[in-house]
């Protein structure tokens, strides 16, 4: 560990734990004796070593499960399905199947107002500049009422996802290229807050709900930024 410490051992001379000198001038010690030198180097400093016969337990359930994680990377399969409204047509969608008329169901996914992107990049970790395997995706769900206002509903989500990805793609060309720029995982809320301000710099009209999430394959752990 690099500090001095006391083994707490079993019965049976199995390590089952550490005490370190933090540990015991928080405990057990008045307020004059904690901190104190001389405590220290009498009571502490000359606890060293094992004997012969000493094994080491083995570590806690969270932390096993945690240096297992760090060796073994998990990995998520993305799938997308994008299917209209059954009602909908070019001109807009019907309220029920009298609305819809005689036509055919939709299952054209051009005629859906929803978006959406995936991308795997490798990006740097921030605590020690590894790369890391992360997976992007999001969604977007247009607002089909903006055809009343001869607005392409689609248009809006479309270029937010693009934008999205675009944004992570353009992270991992600055990090081949050795620019200063995104030299570090991004956070889905980042990512979507510049992907928003490219839209409106593009005066794309509309609006929509969005998720935009990461998984950590090492860690595990899965981040995302939900907004409506």
Not at 52 to 76: I, N, R
Not at 127 to 153: I, M, Q
Request: hydrophobic content about 35%; some cysteine; overall charge negative.
């Amino acid at each position: 560990l690099g500090i001095k410490c006391l083994p707490i051992l079993s019965k049976q001379g199995r390590v089952e734990g550490l005490l370190t000198a933090r540990d015991m001038s928080d405990f057990g010690l008045t307020a004059s004796d904690k901190g104190g030198k001389k405590n220290y180097l009498n009571d502490i400093s000359e606890r060293v070593g094992l004997s012969s016969d000493t094994s080491m337990a083995e570590p806690p359930t969270y932390l096993h499960a945690h240096l297992g994680m760090e060796q073994k990377p998990l990995y998520v399969n993305i799938g997308v399905a994008e299917l209209p409204h059954p009602f909908k047509t070019p001109h807009g969608v019907g309220a029920n199947k009298r609305d819809h008329g005689p036509n055919a169901l939709a299952s054209d996914p051009d005629l859906s107002e929803d978006a959406y992107f995936s991308v795997r990049v490798k990006l740097p970790d921030e605590k020690d500049g590894t790369l890391r395997d992360v997976t992007y995706f999001g969604v977007a769900d247009g607002v089909g009422s903006w055809r009343e206002y001869h607005v392409d509903p689609r248009d809006f989500s479309h270029k937010l996802m693009e934008e999205c990805e675009n944004i992570l793609l353009e992270a991992c060309h600055h990090r081949d290229q050795g620019g200063s720029k995104f030299r570090r995982i991004i956070a889905p809320s980042e990512i979507l807050a510049q992907a928003y301000e490219r839209v409106k710099a593009d005066n794309v009209i509309g609006s929509c709900t969005a998720c935009v999430a990461m998984f950590d394959n090492v860690r595990h752990q899965l981040h995302f930024s939900n907004l409506g």
